[in-house]
């Protein structure tokens, strides 16, 4: 029916009984056969309907052999075949290939690959254009305007209707008697290709010669990895750039994950500044429109570079000739629901498919990352100073011990004097803390009761402008109660802890003069208010900027010289494997705004814990000793980055469904040498939306293949009715 890819079923003689694989977009175990009616050939990737019990579903005709084991003659056929491109052979082996390694149903993941609904080619606009020769019929005065109007041009209808002030019956009245004729007008491309000769920086010799780097790997067209790998300001960005302008001279496309998308629109600026025009984007708040145009204009090569969300991996790319992962360290490219899967991981094997060059990027570097590049799977590109002789900022801490706070406070005397002192220069500061609300618990203080959340084992954060407490897990919301729930206690409700929007009420307080800009995911709710947010901040109409996580990612800030950890340690609660890894990672990035070439930073850490390894780290700005540290703990134990983990997670309505469930699987746990089982044992989360969870966690050797094992384990092990049972290879959330 179309070009499909040369093997498999296509050329092959429609005949009776030619019996194909379709994978449908649910989580069955793997494709269902059908039988071709006569007549219709397909190759594997073409779209089709097919029955599925009653209805019709919309599947993609797979690779390999027909799975067989139903009689012949009660295969039911294929309905009809779907009118669009069909899935390229590099998706259907990325879907097989992210199925295998998360354990996960291969439907599952192709609904993630279809979530843009496959569509023909857009018809061209049709326009009008002067009938040559003109017939005989009558040249009222309007036919006439029609007709001046137009001249010898052909134009789109509506625009024709408009501009001669006609309707568009009149038009097709006037294409009736001979006057028009439609025609096609060509499409106009949406995506201009950005220019890579267009005027750039001059690199200076350390950054030059990691370009180089990089050109040769697009230039080799063929799959490598690099770690790219510098301080923050060190010009990674600039770097890479470089890379893209040689995909771009090479005539392929490139494409960019960002962690962040919604909030980049410095990057995008970066961008048009060295390319002239903006990239295309993707990510989830692309009007259905834009998404259907951008992924036909990839799949056409008429998009050369996207720059999107973790979902941009399954873009029809013709012709993929580089793949950058910015922020490799984020956390934010591990999706946590339904598919389990780390984006820079599957970017890297996305890469490898298409024999690309991969590039990681980051000033903060996973120990993941860096154990490859020690192991020589994975190139290294170091940049050890800031563009430009602009220092790194100095980082100092503050021993919440010995100068506290005001009582009932959170900001202490040392760094409320920093931050005057910089309003005073006319700077910026900014205050972090990773964590929205007003305050993280509600306490009475008759009784003592917490206010917790019905569904999970989460207490509810007190959002105070909008008068509610909320669930921060299932979004349970209740209104701010006048008295204790438990013992009816009037005003005995307490807040516990601060939130950014406590610390921004007690700096409104401490410095009545200051403009404050709230930085949070609740207040940058999109691409437009986060440009305008930094907008305002180049701009200087912000003194003091107050911040979760959100200001870790990326952004410049010329004239922000302070930044001020409100609560240093609270990445090391609970201690998960990676806990330390993380705090050095976040605070380390949030240190990175401040100072530039010529105002130098300055950080302040509000820490219980001067003499914690992640403060002496962060003082001496020492990363790699520190990921040594952490490398010589892990490496014994063959924790992650030198062991494999997997958790299984066991959800159930009732506690008691969850454990036998748990018991079960921890009994018929494997015991192969080389790995390890732990536990089960309650989740941190035992309850979540109202599911009892249980955890178990498999710890492997590196060359443990853990996929087939935990495949046997969990078929061999029936589960009760409602429960559910979770994999989560390379987990990176213990919760
Ligand atoms: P990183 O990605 O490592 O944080 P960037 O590429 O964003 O670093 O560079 C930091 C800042 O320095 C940016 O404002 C960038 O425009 C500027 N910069 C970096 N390299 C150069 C250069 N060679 N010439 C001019 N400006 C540069
Ligand atoms: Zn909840």
Redesign the pocket.
């Known amino acids: 029916m179309k070009q499909g890819l040369q093997e498999g079923f296509s050329g092959m003689e429609p005949q009776r009984g030619t019996i194909i694989p379709v994978l449908l977009p649910y989580p069955f175990a793997g494709p269902f056969d059908y039988r071709l009616p006569p007549g219709i050939a397909v190759a594997p990737g073409d779209i089709v309907l097919v029955p599925l019990n009653r209805r019709t579903e919309i599947g993609v005709v797979w690779d390999g052999p027909p799975q067989g084991g139903v009689g012949d003659n009660r295969l039911r056929p294929i309905s009809s075949p779907v009118d669009a491109p069909p899935m390229r052979h590099d998706i259907r082996q990325l879907v097989d290939w992210i199925a295998a390694y998360t354990v996960t149903p291969p439907g599952e993941v192709l609904a993630m690959a279809l979530r843009v609904p496959p569509t023909p080619a857009e018809a061209p606009p049709v326009g009008w254009h002067r009938a040559e020769p003109l017939s005989a019929a009558r040249i009222t005065p309007q036919r006439q305007r029609v007709l001046e109007v137009l001249g010898t041009a052909a134009m789109q209808g509506q625009a024709l209707a408009s501009a001669a002030g006609v309707s568009s019956t009149l038009l097709r009245g006037m294409a009736d008697a001979g006057l028009l004729v439609p025609v096609a007008l060509p499409i106009v491309p949406p995506f201009t290709r950005p220019d890579p000769e267009h005027p750039r920086p001059t690199l200076s010799p350390d950054q030059e010669a990691a370009a180089a780097d990089l050109r040769a790997a697009v230039a080799a067209r063929t799959f490598s990895v690099t770690l790219l790998d510098g301080v923050t300001g060190s010009g990674k960005t600039e770097i890479y750039l470089e890379a893209i302008a040689e995909s771009l001279r090479l005539g392929r496309q490139a494409l960019i994950l960002l962690p962040e998308i919604a909030l980049s629109s410095q990057w995008l600026a970066r961008f048009e500044r060295r390319f002239g025009v903006a990239p295309a984007v993707w990510h989830s708040d692309l009007s259905s429109r834009t998404r259907r145009i951008t992924w036909r204009e990839v799949a056409s090569g008429a998009a050369p570079v996207v720059v999107g969300a973790r979902s941009a991996l399954f873009l029809p790319f013709p012709d993929l000739g580089l793949v950058v992962i910015d922020e490799e360290h984020e956390t934010a490219f591990k999706q946590e629901e339904g598919v389990v899967y780390h984006a820079r991981d599957m970017a890297v094997v996305r890469a490898r498919l298409c024999a690309a060059p991969a590039v990681l990027v980051s000033a903060t570097p996973s120990l993941e990352s860096v154990a490859n590049a020690e192991a020589g799977r994975y190139r290294r590109l170091h940049l050890p100073d800031r563009f430009g002789g602009a220092s790194l900022p100095v980082v100092a801490l503050i021993d919440m011990r010995e100068t506290p706070p005001e009582r009932g406070k959170f900001l202490s005397p040392p760094l409320i004097q920093a931050i005057r002192e910089t309003f005073a220069r006319a700077e910026q500061a900014m205050l972090f803390l990773n964590r929205r609300g007003y305050a993280p618990l509600t306490l009475c203080r008759t009784c003592g009761h917490r206010m917790q959340?019905p569904?999970?084992t989460?207490w509810l954060v007190e959002h105070r402008a909008r008068r509610i407490l909320q669930?921060h897990?299932?979004g349970?919301t209740i209104p701010i109660p006048a008295e204790c729930p438990a013992c009816n206690a009037q005003h005995s409700l307490t807040a516990v802890g601060p939130g950014i929007e406590r610390i921004t009420e007690e700096a409104r307080a401490t410095f009545p003069d200051a403009r404050l800009l709230v930085m949070a995911s609740d207040t940058l709710t999109g691409p437009h208010s986060a440009a305008e947010a930094a907008q305002a901040i180049e701009d200087r109409r912000v003194d003091l900027i107050i911040g979760t996580q959100i200001v870790a990612k990326g952004w410049h800030f010329p004239h922000l010289t302070l930044v001020g950890a409100i609560d240093a340690d609270l990445g090391l609660a609970g201690g998960d494997l990676r806990a330390a890894e993380r705090t050095v990672q976040l605070l380390h990035q949030v240190a990175g705004r401040a100072g530039r070439a010529d105002a130098p930073g300055r950080v302040m850490l509000q820490t219980y814990s001067p003499d914690h390894k992640v403060m002496h780290a962060l003082v001496s700005g020492d990363l790699e000793s520190f990921r040594e540290n952490e490398a010589a703990e892990r490496r014994p134990g063959n924790w992650p980055p030198y062991g494999r983990l997997a958790a299984i997670i066991v959800s159930a309505d009732t506690a008691e469904a969850a454990d036998i469930a748990a018991r079960n699987l921890g009994l018929a746990a494997p015991t192969t040498t080389g790995i390890q089982v732990l536990g089960p044992a309650p989740a941190p989360l035992a309850i979540l939306?109202g599911r009892h969870r249980r955890r178990l966690l498999l710890k492997a050797r590196r060359d443990v293949a853990v996929q087939p094992l935990i495949r046997e384990w969990l078929a061999a092990v029936p589960t009760g009715r409602g429960v559910k049972v979770d994999v989560d290879i390379d987990p990176i959330s213990f919760l």
């Open positions: 959340c569904n999970c989460a669930c897990h299932c349970h939306r």
